[in-house]
């Protein structure tokens, strides 16, 4: 006996957090595993604001001058 259920029924799930989102590499493997249907991935309205709001702030304050 291996200890190994047949996978055959199981349903994988990933919800991702706006710290896998956001960091392209896992995002990237994550993207990769649920297009070869190995999972499925989900994500909130709220994390996917996480994700985008910083990258905005970040790129307004590049853009201003400092003092």
Not at 3 to 32: E, P
Request: glycine share 2%.
């Amino acid at each position: 006996m291996t200890g190994f259920s047949d996978d055959t029924d199981t349903v994988r799930v990933v919800l991702a957090d706006a710290n896998i989102l956001y960091s392209q590499v896992l995002r990237d493997y994550l993207l990769y595993a649920a297009d070869q249907k190995i999972i499925t991935i989900t994500w909130s309205r709220q994390i996917l604001a996480e994700v985008t709001e910083p990258s905005s702030a970040t790129s307004r304050a590049s853009t201003e001058p400092q003092p």
